[in-house]
Every structure is written in structure tokens, then in C-alpha cells.
């Protein structure tokens, strides 16, 4: 069965009103029985049909807006998650170049330190070895005269200037 828009039986019933003879002094139109039930019949079987159509349409239409909205939810959920991580990272970054700054900063005070100390030792170990080589120093040269005083020659006392050689002192 063909299935007739409702438009176009509404146009029928109004021409078929239109066609009808007017009944004198009453505003009355008498019609076509037949043509009139047989146009009600296709509307009964139209309309029902319509209706279905129209009824489809909406839940069609509502299923397409609940997967429209789901979607938009989905997609600004992962928005916010992509925010989060990126938020998330960036804190993360921000902490550990923190950090990496401390530590830096406490490895330069702690070379720095140990290079204090170790000038410190030196200056130390050096400052004993000279004043230990000094007193060696001053024995070797004690050990000098002493061997030349008692090997001295009878000479004038220029040539026992020329045998010992100056000190030189570091």
C-alpha cells in the first residue's frame, strides 16, 4: 500500500467540502459520502503510519544527541586528563629541576669545600716539611763548619770564606 501524506488528504477533504452543495439558509454542505468515508479511510491508515514515522524521527533524533553529548563528554574528559598529565608533568619538571638545582648547588659548596681543606692540608704537610728540611738544613750546615773547623788549614781567613759555599735560604 502506497502510503499518502496527511497534507495532501487534508487538500482532498477541503476540495471535496469545496465541491459539495450547499444546503440553502443553513451553512450546510451536503457531500459525497463515498468519496468522503473512502478519504477518512486512507487517513486512518496514513496517520498511524505518520505517527510511527514522526515517533522514529524523534527517537532517532535523541539517540543522535545522547551519542552527540556522550561524545562530547568523552571528549572533554580526555581533554581534562591531557591536562592534568600535562599540568601534572610540568609540576613534575618544575620539582626535579628543583631538586637538580639543590643538588648542584650542594656538590659546587662541597668541592668547594674539599678544596679548602685540601689547601688547608698542604699548607700544612708544607709548612712542616719546611720548617723539618730547615732544621736539616741548618744541621747540614752546623755538620759543614764543623768538619771544616776542625780540617782548617792554616791559610788566611779569605780562603776559608771561598771553601764553605753561602747558604741559600728558600
Known sequence: MVVIDIL??????????????????????????????????????????????????????????????????????????????????HETVKVADDRASVILERAQNQAEQIRRDADAYVMEVLGQLEYELDGLLTTVRNGLRRVQQSHRPVTSPHVEAAAVPPASKS
Do not use: C, W, Y
Open 8 to 89: 495532501h488528504l487534508v487538500d482532498r477533504l477541503e476540495e471535496l467540502v469545496m465541491e459539495g452543495r450547499g444546503i440553502p439558509f443553513s451553512g450546510r454542505v451536503v457531500l459525497d459520502e463515498e468519496r468522503f468515508l473512502d478519504i477518512v479511510d486512507q487517513m486512518r491508515v496514513t496517520i498511524p503510519e505518520e505517527i510511527k514515522k514522526a515517533k522514529r524521527v524523534q527517537q532517532e533524533r535523541e539517540r543522535i544527541i545522547a551519542q552527540a553529548n556522550e561524545e562530547a563528554g568523552r571528549i572533554v574528559r580526555l581533554a581534562q586528563e591531557e591536562a592534568e598529565k600535562l599540568v601534572s608533568g
